[in-house]
């Protein structure tokens, strides 16, 4: 069964950057028919998507965060990352990882599983 | 701001009926791109209840369904359970900025027992 794990600082201060981890357990983050996607859902409200990653490390990002958002794959460790740059208290949220299928199916695709999600909180 | 509109909350007695409708646009669910559900348990992550607008993953009740027309789609939930008190969630896809598409989601519903 797929799993998968968020990770890292619970606590940023403003203008620094995010970074947090996925682990991806139960199977492999190299698989030819899957993405591996990043959202995130301020307190009390509702789910934004971040951004995507394929194994071979091809991206694709929400058009809103894209200039301060980074993420990358180590295929050694079964893991995939974030990194949000200059992040202020509007990027207090939980961060969830999930996967999802192909970009070729983009306009079709769904997000399982989830991981259980990371609470993250900008201030100084 | 998301551009899948959902109630706020709805509510109903144990073993009513209760529908949630997901409102969007010709850029996602109106040119053809498929809707999904969540099912958003307190203090929990989604989790996937209804894919490609009317299919339940295995270990979903039938007493969950979904549909689509239009610009719309809804989640019905028949026979009402206490364990169903959760927020759900829309998600479509968005093409609307031009050659780059979105993944969004709906503003959201928390369903109420009552």
């Known amino acids: 069964q797929l799993q998968l794990q968020e990770s890292g600082p619970g606590l940023v201060k403003p203008s620094e950057t995010l970074s947090l981890t996925c682990t991806v357990s139960?199977?492999?983050?190299?698989?030819?028919?899957?993405?591996w996607g990043w959202i995130r859902q301020p307190p009390g409200k509702g789910l934004e998507w971040i951004g995507s990653i394929y194994y071979s490390g091809s991206t694709y990002y929400n058009p809103s965060l894209k200039s301060r958002v980074t993420i990358s794959v180590d295929t050694s460790k079964n893991q995939f990352s974030l990194k949000l740059s200059s992040v202020t208290a509007a990027d207090t949220a939980v961060y969830y990882c999930a996967r999802h299928r192909s970009r070729l199916a983009a306009p079709y695709n769904w997000f399982d599983p989830w991981g259980q999600g990371t609470l993250v909180t900008v201030s100084s | 701001q998301s551009v899948l509109t959902q109630p706020p909350s709805v509510s109903g007695a144990p073993g009513q009926r209760v529908t949630i409708s997901c409102t969007g646009s010709?850029?996602?669910?109106?040119?053809?791109?498929?809707v999904h559900w969540y099912q958003q348990l307190p203090g929990t992550a989604p989790k996937l209840l209804i894919y490609?607008?009317?299919n339940r993953p295995s270990g979903v009740p039938d007493r969950f369904s979904g549909s689509k027309s239009g610009t719309s789609a809804s989640l019905a939930i028949t026979g009402l359970q206490a364990e169903d008190e959760a927020d759900y969630y829309c998600q479509s896809y968005d093409s609307s900025l031009s050659g780059s598409g979105v993944y969004v989601f709906g503003t959201g519903t928390k369903v109420t027992v009552l």
């Open positions: 139960g199977g492999s983050i190299s698989s030819s028919s899957y993405y």
């Open positions: 490609g607008n009317s």
């Open positions: 010709s850029s996602n669910i109106g040119a053809g791109y498929d």
